[in-house]
């Protein structure tokens, strides 16, 4: 009898477990990614920045990297930031200006 009550309590719980642990995993995972694609974001555009342009693909990659950022339920942080990146040039402003 004992034992039939032990084991009725400790599948839930134990199932119960299994369930924290692997919620507690996938939170991690996804924090980890949007930690990185936060860092990829910055990196990017520092670079561009000091480049002072930025080339249609270069726009659509890092444009692709913040909507997955986004998507991942970023707080707002990279929106000023991704604002000042779509402002530069997507023209090589030396070159356009020997043109």
Do not use: C
Not at 12 to 25: D, F, S, Y
Not at 44 to 53: A, N, S, V
Request: without cysteine.
């Amino acid at each position: 009898m004992i034992w039939d009550i032990i084991k009725a309590a400790g599948v839930p719980a134990l199932l119960l477990g299994v369930i924290i642990t692997g919620w507690v995993q996938i939170r991690s995972v996804r924090l980890g990614v949007q930690a990185l694609l936060r860092d990829r974001l910055l990196q990017g555009y520092k670079f561009y920045r000091q480049q002072g342009w930025a080339d249609e693909d270069d726009r659509s990659n890092l444009e692709n990297i913040y909507q997955q950022y986004h998507h991942l339920g970023a707080n707002g942080v990279m929106d000023n930031l991704h604002t000042r990146f779509l402002d530069l040039p997507t023209e090589d402003p030396q070159t356009t200006a020997r043109g």
